[in-house]
């Protein structure tokens, strides 16, 4: 069955740096699109980022464009997100989705989460 | 930016009882609409999707309808595991693929 497990999470200062990684298994993963979705504590879902199958689109939130960075391996099964220039209000819980397809919008599929403190 | 408005923020009703969650959308999604569940600790999970298609597992007491900029999610007789927090997403013109507010469903 599908399996998705985040890791990496922790606290970490203001302005500081963080990479995220999810491993994949049960499924193709080179011929999925991934996601990472965050929630602050309390509230609600908030897409951050998205990337194709290939690695070849990508697309970020607003409010993480040209901090955030989303990549893969599919050599290894594993989805990334490296974080540089945090701030108090990316405090969350970071999730890995996967797509119903290549690039459908759409998320079948989460891990448990994984949490990002950014506080001094 | 499409945002999407839950309706009601919270539902009490009972065990058995039926469940009528509503999502608006501020322009036409078309039935690309997907509904997940989330309980407290956990990560969400796909109920249904592009409106109306029960994702994988999910019992059939669950149905959602709707296109356009209206969509609901019924739950015909809830059991006491449905208690939760769901979540309408849109999939109609991304990025940014976006979120509705949630509705809490409690126990009266």
């Known amino acids: 069955q599908v399996h998705l497990v985040e890791s990496g999470g922790g606290v970490v200062q203001p302005g500081g740096s963080l990479r995220l990684s999810c491993a994949a298994s049960g499924f193709t993963f080179s011929s999925f699109g991934m996601y990472w979705v965050r929630q602050a504590p309390g509230k609600g879902l908030e897409w951050v980022a998205f990337?194709?199958?290939?690695?070849?689109?990508?697309y970020y939130a607003d409010s993480v464009k040209g901090r955030f960075t989303v990549s893969r391996d599919n050599s290894k099964n594993t989805l990334y997100l490296q974080m540089n220039s945090l701030r108090a209000e990316d405090t969350a819980v970071f999730y890995c989705?996967?797509?119903?397809?290549?690039?459908?919008?759409?998320?079948?599929?989460w891990g448990q989460g994984t949490l990002v403190t950014v506080s001094s | 930016e499409i945002v999407l408005t839950q309706s009601p923020g919270t539902l009490s009703l009972s065990p058995g009882e039926r469940a009528t969650l509503s999502c608006r959308a501020s322009?036409?999604?078309?039935?690309?609409l997907a509904w997940y569940q989330q309980k407290p600790g956990q990560a969400p999970r796909l109920l249904i999707y592009d409106s109306s298609n029960r994702a994988t597992g999910i019992p059939a007491r669950f149905s959602g309808s709707g296109s356009g900029t209206d969509f609901t999610l019924t739950i015909s007789s809830l059991e006491p595991e449905d208690f939760a927090v769901y979540y309408c997403?849109?999939?109609?013109?991304?990025?940014?693929?976006?979120f509705g507010g949630g509705t809490k469903v409690e126990i009266k």
């Open positions: 322009q036409s999604v078309s039935s690309y």
């Open positions: 989705a996967k797509d119903r397809g290549a690039q459908l919008g759409s998320f079948d599929y």
């Open positions: 990337i194709r199958y290939d690695g070849f689109n990508k």
């Open positions: 997403q849109q999939r109609s013109n991304w990025p940014p693929l976006t």
